[in-house]
């Protein structure tokens, strides 16, 4: 009996008449998180975890929106469905689904790894689990948090006292906040694109502590360029935006695409960060193992691979065709930010 099935207009269960994170327009639609190729404009009734509400408001405006505690139940047309911790960003959530003593649990993008920004991934134990796998390879293996955030002070710290800005490329929702959640405020100012902020405060009224920053357009003391750090999104790059810099700076790109040979360079900056907000292969391989599901199924990502290999270990595992991205948002969110850093004004 599959709980979830593939339709074009996404992942749907046919026993509670729902979809989940669907890339067409549905009546009703399940949210793991507010990434843009997970959650879409166009759906008459939306559902997510209650921690999420602030930053899918603020990314799809006025819609109409239910939420779940972590942990809580509801019950639809005999599918009784609770949403736990996914580790991603803010407000991301696995979605449990139970129907006649079968439990199918949907992770939507997840990270195992402990993160400031969001509360931790929850293995929740399941018959049968779509798991993503944007870095399901052996290669993709993530140090701690504090190695990574002691990099990035040290790196602007040090273009400080040259006197340059230090501009750190990653995307608006999630990333460009767990970055300001470790960085050292005591180094210098903290600007941020106005991608990047409206999100900020999201996460600040959600209770989550990060340091002061201001949109460069708020900096009236010009002097500030000189040794700040610039959160922006990678579309900013080359964009109007960076004209306040001059010359004058040394730029950063914050990504689990960082660990291949080749990442920095083909994104022509001058330090890349390894940085994802994704499960590295040990983390997906210990996420589905806790789950104690029979049946993977694998999405987006290094498909073939994953099913292979958990086939090889004797599950049964096959996959689900999606039109989710990968690391950061996904295409959507890239042009979201593209747009954003296309349109800010140059003062």
Not at 46 to 72: F, Q
Not at 84 to 107: F, K, M, N
Not at 110 to 131: G, H, M, Q, S
Not at 200 to 207: D, H, S, V
Request: glycine share 10%.
């Amino acid at each position: 009996m599959d709980l979830v099935v593939s339709r074009p207009e996404g992942l749907y269960c046919p026993q509670g008449d729902f979809y989940i994170d669907p890339w067409r327009k549905v009546d009703r639609a399940i949210i793991t998180h507010a990434h843009a190729d997970h959650a879409r404009v166009g759906h008459n009734h939306y559902l997510c975890a209650a921690p999420g509400e602030g930053v899918l408001r603020t990314r799809l405006g006025n819609i109409s929106l239910d939420t779940l505690p972590y942990g809580a139940s509801t019950t639809h047309k005999g599918v009784k469905i609770s949403l736990h911790p996914a580790g991603h960003v803010l407000g991301s959530c696995q979605i449990r689904l139970e129907y006649q003593g079968e439990v199918w649990v949907a992770s939507g993008d997840y990270k195992v790894a402990p993160d400031l920004t969001c509360d931790a991934f929850e293995p929740v134990r399941c018959n049968t689990f779509i798991t993503e796998s944007t870095f399901g390879l052996p290669i993709y293996r993530w140090r701690s948090d504090a190695e990574i955030y002691a990099e990035i002070n040290a790196w602007w710290a040090a273009n400080a006292a040259e006197g340059k800005a230090s501009v750190l490329y990653g995307y608006s929702f999630g990333k460009a906040q767990r970055i300001l959640a470790g960085v050292d405020p005591s180094i210098g100012p903290i600007v941020c694109h106005s991608a990047c902020e409206g999100l900020n405060k999201a996460y600040r009224e959600a209770g989550v502590k990060l340091p002061d920053t201001a949109t460069v357009s708020e900096v009236l003391d010009k002097s500030v360029f000189k040794n700040c750090l610039a959160i922006a999104p990678p579309a900013a790059q080359g964009a109007a935006w960076m004209k306040r810099f001059g010359n004058a700076y040394s730029d950063a790109f914050a990504s689990g695409w960082m660990q291949l040979r080749g990442g920095r360079r083909r994104r022509n900056v001058d330090r890349g960060f390894v940085m994802s907000d994704h499960a590295d292969w040990p983390g997906l391989m210990r996420a589905i193992g806790a789950t104690g599901a029979e049946q993977v199924i694998v999405t987006h990502g290094y498909v073939p691979v994953m099913v292979r290999w958990l086939q090889e270990q004797g599950l049964s595992a096959r996959a689900f065709e999606t039109e989710y991205g990968g690391e950061g948002e996904g295409e959507a969110d890239s042009k979201a930010d593209e747009k954003a850093a296309s349109t800010d004004v140059v003062e």
